[in-house]
């Protein structure tokens, strides 16, 4: 279920507010290989399954940096800031990647409020996002979101 701000300024009083999470997605082989084609990382570990069966993860395994775009789909699942004249990503300020994701595994996101600041124009929030994987303790991906919502 969606967490829905009515406006930008709610997001002032959603410090430490748990919105939930969004909903399971695979990942698949091809997703992991058109991602490989669009970031031109071709690494044996991600697009050679007869490799990486021998590997250390027993198959392919999503690039990090997959994971972490992944976040922005779960994301708007998660969280939505109506009255907002316009919702800018403005970065992040820290990504890990704790646990690989290996081909065929669930994932989804949680995420928290864990700042938002008064910015000229809007508010500027930070989201903590982690990525889990299913029936792993470890989380693929927990990355702090900066985002910018306008009034």
Known sequence: M???F???DELLQAVGHDLGHSEWIVIEQDRIDQFAEATGDHQWIHVDPEAAADG???ATIAHGYL??????Q???EIMRVDGASMGVNYGTNKV???QPVTVGSRVRAGATVTEAEEINGGVQ???TITVEIDGQAKPACVVESVS???R
Do not use: C, K
């Open 67 to 72: 994971t972490l775009a992944l976040t922005n």
């Open 125 to 127: 929030v930070v989201v």
């Open 74 to 76: 779960f994301l708007p």
């Open 96 to 98: 890990r990647f704790p």
């Open 6 to 8: 009515a406006s930008p």
């Open 56 to 58: 250390p993860f027993g």
């Open 148 to 150: 910018r919502f306008l």
């Open 2 to 4: 969606t967490t829905v």
